[in-house]
């Protein structure tokens, strides 16, 4: 758990590339020791068999340079984002907030694959990327059309472990644990339509880190719950991610969410050639409280920083 160290939050920035002395990499690993294991399956104390196997040779440092990327139409190529630079360090859990239609979701698509980049690159551990794989998975926003209707909630877990060719012994113990670890175990037999749109979501997490991809993508996956079950998942989520320390890129508009949740805050400009303007690293201990001075002041800081976006471009 990421606590232990007060310092404070806000008081600087780093530049997109996180070129200070206090950029990505040298971040990456302060946080990897203390026991993420809280919270896992069942809850239970002994020796857990149907844990979450954590591959500790398992790494996922995405980094974005010079990335751009744009939209062909008939009549014209509209650059939606320019010359991004921006790494991401193993196990980190990165937030991007952006005005609406940045391209936020653009560049989500780009490092998932389904977008080629038009220029610049995108590498996981020093791997090209240029179209999907297993070692990143997407949960999407839309709470109500993102799992198999006709499927239970083991089969929508258990139908991407299927497809990676698992033998069933391990579908199933993978399924145990990661049903568990979203806290719903005792959901598997039910389908989509019997369930809240935050345990859909907890569904999706779930199908999402069985295939236990080094790098899970988020595009506001929290935008369409109502404010109370928003909190709870987002509570939810930090407890995931100390237990499994999965690269977390994490696509929000809400500004308050993306200071309760980061390591780091990027702050993307109005667009279009929209780029990462500034990255905020939040280093404010878990959990962090709305009523923290600390906190407010990071928020403030960064909708002023979106307000003049906005302003630029309005
Ligand atoms: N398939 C597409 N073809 C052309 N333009 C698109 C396409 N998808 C998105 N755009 C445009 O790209 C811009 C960024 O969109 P998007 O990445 O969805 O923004 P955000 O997720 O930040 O709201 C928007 O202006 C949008 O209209
Ligand atoms: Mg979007």
Request: glycine content about 14%; proline content about 7%.
């Amino acid at each position: 758990m990421p606590r232990g160290r007060s310092a404070r939050l806000g008081g600087r920035a780093e530049g997109p590339a996180g070129r200070g002395a206090s950029g990505p990499t040298g971040r990456a690993g302060r946080r990897r020791g203390g026991g993420g294991a809280r919270g896992g399956p069942g809850g239970g104390g002994s020796a857990r068999p149907d844990r979450p196997s954590r591959q500790e040779t398992r790494v996922g440092e995405l980094t974005l340079r010079h990335l751009s990327q744009g939209f062909v139409t008939r009549t014209e190529r509209t650059e939606i984002l320019r010359d991004i630079d921006l790494r991401i360090p193993h196990g980190e859990l990165f937030c991007l907030v952006g005005p609406s239609g940045c391209g936020k979701t653009t560049l989500l698509n780009t490092v998932a694959g389904f977008m080629p980049p038009a220029s610049g690159s995108v590498d996981l551990d020093g791997q090209p990327l240029r179209a999907p794989g297993n070692d990143r998975v997407v949960v999407f926003q839309d709470v109500h059309n993102s799992l198999f209707p006709w499927m239970t909630v083991r089969d929508n877990v258990e139908f991407g472990l299927k497809m990676l060719g698992l033998e069933r012994a391990e579908r199933q113990r993978r399924v145990a644990a990661f049903l568990g670890l979203v806290g719903l175990s005792d959901h598997g037999l039910k389908f989509p339509a019997e369930l809240s749109g935050g345990m859909k979501q907890r569904v999706q997490i779930a199908r999402a880190l069985a295939i236990e991809p080094k790098v899970l993508l988020m595009d506001e996956p929290f935008a369409s719950l109502d404010a109370q079950t928003r909190r709870a998942m987002q509570a939810e989520l930090l407890r995931i991610w100390e237990a499994t320390r999965t690269t977390i890129l994490f696509i929000t508009h809400d500004i308050l969410e993306a200071v309760m949740l980061g390591d780091r805050v990027g702050v993307m400009s109005r667009g279009p050639a929209a780029t990462v303007v500034r990255i905020f690293p939040l280093e404010l201990p878990r959990p962090r409280s709305l009523g923290d001075p600390r906190f407010s002041t990071t928020v403030g800081q960064i909708d002023a920083l979106l307000g003049q976006e906005n302003d630029h471009g309005a």
